[in-house]
């Protein structure tokens, strides 16, 4: 079992910065593959960044490449986001997610959620 707690959501205009943090809770953390989606009001939940076990493998939406960056670091049970050059199209509840057996593509895929952090970008 694999708990997960986001944080570092925020307001911030256009065109600024966050990194979001998703600590996770459990020793197997570092067996997997994890990733970042978002969810916007009436909208499905979209997979934003991937990142497998030894974080040398990572993969965007066509939406985020060359802006955001995902990363983990193994030792301290944590998942991070970097977001750059936000958008107004960014604006979503964005959530971690683990995947226990694969390289996870949908979310149905991953076996464990957070509960998300709100992320609002204004024009």
């Known amino acids: 079992q694999v708990q997960l707690v986001e944080s570092g959501g925020g307001l911030v205009q256009a065109g600024g910065s966050l990194r979001l943090s998703c600590a996770a809770s459990?020793?197997?953390?570092?067996?997997?593959?994890m990733g970042w989606f978002r969810q916007a009001p009436g909208k499905e939940r979209e997979l934003v960044a991937t990142?497998?076990?030894?974080?040398?493998?990572?993969d965007y939406a066509d939406s985020v490449k060359g802006r955001f960056t995902i990363s983990r670091d193994n030792a301290k049970n944590t998942l991070y986001l970097q977001m750059n050059s936000l958008k107004p199209e960014d604006t979503a509840v964005y959530y971690c997610?683990?995947?226990?057996?694969?390289?996870?593509?949908?979310?149905?895929?991953?076996?464990?959620w957070g509960q998300g952090t709100q992320v609002t970008v204004s024009s």
């Open positions: 997610a683990a995947d226990r057996e694969g390289w996870g593509r949908q979310t149905y895929d991953y076996d464990y």
């Open positions: 459990g020793r197997t953390f570092s067996s997997y593959t």
């Open positions: 990142i497998n076990w030894t974080g040398g493998r990572t």
